[in-house]
């Protein structure tokens, strides 16, 4: 079987962008060669530019020592960028004739594939799904790791800081994001990126570690608040807009949004042999926005992380025997991975049950304001651990004492990584009912209602009252799913197997 997979960055791209998508594509290609009498190729799009304006062509990259032998290709000069917020709701991420003739192009010259498996379409015009009209025995595929099709903000994340339940037929967003990014200087940011690791100065480097990365983070803080202060403030209300001074903007707000939303849907729902969610919440959400019912399928991703599993057991009490429980947070300190509704939640709790919490907090140190929270919180805990980041490999030791993991996401989060690498060393999640991570204990009792700082005091007691055993909560739990299950799940799909 041959297979091209496609993600907007390279699954082995030097600055390690793309996240869980691309831990996962690596070793989903390192699981399928590895099956034997299969060829995979992978193409990546939306970041790789030159700095004079030429047309689209795709490249073949050079190959990694050490790693899987794959051909990875990309195309250079899309015209549009990737990700989706480089380009938000650009008319290019549903038509780019130039990027999609360049794509149709590679297919012809290294095809036919038995399968094109988009992990998404960031950095491709949506329509390259019509390589199924020009190559109807290819099976296409789409994973649905992000919620791009529906939402070019891709996180149904409004504003940065709500979760988006209603788009108002496009209008709300027209107003979503605080700053946007200007494409143009994305563009020449890529174009420099590119153009240093090619010289050999990209990361590790002097040059790119305390020059460009830097320098880079410097140019959109100082973006950002030079947008946000010169945003212009709520006009007074105004007498109706009549048809003679009208624009079309005017007249019918959000309506490019709304249409970029239903073609997505219907070239999907076209095209697409199959469309895999990553979790039975967004395969429901996926539904709720349209896409064909026969076509979605729950396919929890694979992990190396399951092999965790069969090496741990479950503690056989949640809480210390100094009546403490020790809780971890994993990632980001990002509002819409909930850290922020975790200082709240931390600081409204009643003294009695914060004197009784033991906190890990295992993220990059954030803002000056955000670790003075921080500060002031801990002397009313029991304990307080700051960790300035974590590696996979230090995993084991960092959760070796944790009695329960925090998944306090506030926005639909298809199915966090770090949920499952504490729940595949049989550590229970604490988590909200938004995305994916609850279905992993299945356990209603250690659900919270998202943003609810009540509603978390009060999961909290009933932990620390041992209301909630480990045998309750287990027993309800799924095994995390191991690659090769997830690979012969993936193999019958794009057999075309009932």
């Known amino acids: 079987m041959k297979v091209l997979y496609y993600n907007w960055v390279d699954y082995l791209d030097p600055e390690k962008r793309g996240g869980g998508v691309s831990v996962y594509q690596r070793n989903l290609l390192a699981a399928l060669l590895a099956q034997g009498g299969n060829e995979a190729h992978f193409l990546s799009s939306g970041i790789a530019h030159e700095f004079r304006r030429a047309a689209p062509r795709w490249a073949e990259l050079p190959p990694v020592r050490g ?7 990309e195309i250079v000069n ?14 290019a991420q549903l038509e780019e004739t130039a990027t999609e003739a360049t794509f149709m192009d590679f297919v012809a010259r290294n095809g036919p594939y038995d399968v094109i498996h988009f992990n998404n379409l960031e950095g491709l015009p949506a329509n390259v ?15 649905l790791h992000n919620y791009y099709p529906f939402c070019p903000q891709v996180n149904l994340w409004r504003n940065e800081a709500e979760n988006c339940t209603d788009f108002d037929a496009g209008r709300r967003c027209e107003t979503c994001l605080p700053v946007r990014a200007d494409p143009r200087s994305v563009r020449l940011a890529h174009a420099l990126s590119w153009r240093l690791h090619r010289l ?6 002097p040059v790119f570690d305390k020059g460009f990365r830097p320098l880079l983070g410097l140019a959109w803080r100082s973006y950002r608040k030079l947008k946000l202060l010169r945003r212009p403030r709520p006009a007074p209300a105004a007498s109706p807009v009549t048809s003679q001074t009208a624009t079309p903007a005017d007249l019918n707000p959000g309506a490019a949004f709304a249409a970029r939303r239903a073609a997505m849907v219907a070239l999907i729902n076209s095209h697409a042999d199959a469309v895999l969610c990553v979790s039975d919440r ?10 064909a019912a026969e076509k979605l399928h729950t396919s929890y991703i694979g992990t190396t992380e399951a ?7 479950p503690r056989p009490r949640m809480v210390q025997e100094d009546g403490t429980v020790r809780l971890a947070y994993l990632g980001y300190m990002r509002r819409d991975k909930g850290f922020f509704f975790l200082l709240d939640a931390l600081e409204a709790l009643p003294d009695a049950l914060a004197a009784c919490i033991r906190l890990t907090v295992a993220a990059r140190r954030g803002e000056a304001s955000v670790m003075a929270r921080l500060k002031a919180v801990a002397p009313r805990l029991a304990e307080l651990r700051l960790i300035d980041g974590y590696t996979h490999a230090g995993l084991d030791a960092l959760l070796a004492d944790v009695d329960l993991g925090l998944v306090p996401v506030m926005w639909e989060d298809n199915l966090p990584q770090v949920a499952i690498e504490m729940h595949a ?18 356990s209603a009792d250690l659900t919270f209602r998202a943003g609810d700082t009540a509603d978390f005091a009060r999961v909290l007691e009933t932990v620390l009252e041992e209301r909630i ?4 909560y287990w027993q309800g739990a799924m095994a995390p799913v191991t690659m090769q299950a997830h690979l012969d799940q993936l193999l019958t799909i794009y057999e075309g197997k009932p």
């Open 67 to 73: 790693e899987v032998p794959v051909r990875r290709f």
């Open 78 to 91: 899309a015209g549009l960028m990737a990700p989706s917020h480089a380009d938000f709701g650009s008319p």
């Open 129 to 143: 799904l019509r390589v199924k009209a020009r190559w109807p025995a290819t099976r296409v595929v789409l994973s």
């Open 200 to 205: 050999g100065m990209g990361p590790g480097t």
């Open 282 to 291: 967004v395969r429901q959400i996926a539904a709720h926005h349209g896409l």
């Open 307 to 313: 092999d965790k599993w069969q090496c741990t057991q």
């Open 425 to 442: 060393r049989h550590i229970p999640l604490l988590t909200s009912d938004r995305g994916g991570a609850q279905e992993l204990g299945g």
């Open 469 to 472: 055993t480990p045998a309750s």
